[in-house]
């Protein structure tokens, strides 16, 4: 059982940066792949980036790319995503992923086990 604890939301202007954090707390990420979905009000839950924790390699969502950064802190055993250039479309909760997608299903949620609970994010002037 991995539980998933998210960090770093909050409130900010338009073109700001947040860094967002998720750690697996009792245990490691392993050989899971790491992701980080959003979900805005009326709208599915959609996929933002991801990783595999022990092979690398990042897979990121054409919304976010150029501006989003997803990365491993491996001291600290988490993931994090650092948000650049925020627009008002970035506003949702962002939640934390862990399973074993296959290349072809890293940005469906089914392939993912664990979630965390969500951190809001709010880009607004």
């Known amino acids: 059982q991995v539980q998933l604890v998210e960090s770093g939301g909050g409130l900010m202007q338009p073109g700001g940066s947040l860094r967002l954090s998720c750690a697996a707390s009792?245990?490691?990420?392993?050989?899971?792949?790491v992701a980080w979905f959003r979900q805005s009000p009326g709208k599915e839950r959609e996929f933002v980036a991801s990783l595999r924790w022990s092979a690398g390699g990042t897979w990121y969502a054409t919304a976010v790319k150029g501006r989003f950064s997803i990365s491993r802190d491996r001291a600290m055993g988490a993931v994090t995503l650092q948000m650049n250039n925020l627009r008002p479309e970035d506003t949702a909760v962002y939640y934390c992923?862990?399973?074993?997608?296959?290349?072809?299903?890293?940005?469906?949620?089914?392939?993912?086990?664990?979630w965390g609970q969500g951190t809001r994010v709010t880009v607004s002037s």
């Open positions: 992923a862990a399973g074993s997608p296959i290349a072809s299903t890293m940005q469906t949620t089914g392939a993912y086990y664990y």
């Open positions: 009792g245990s490691t990420f392993g050989d899971y792949a």
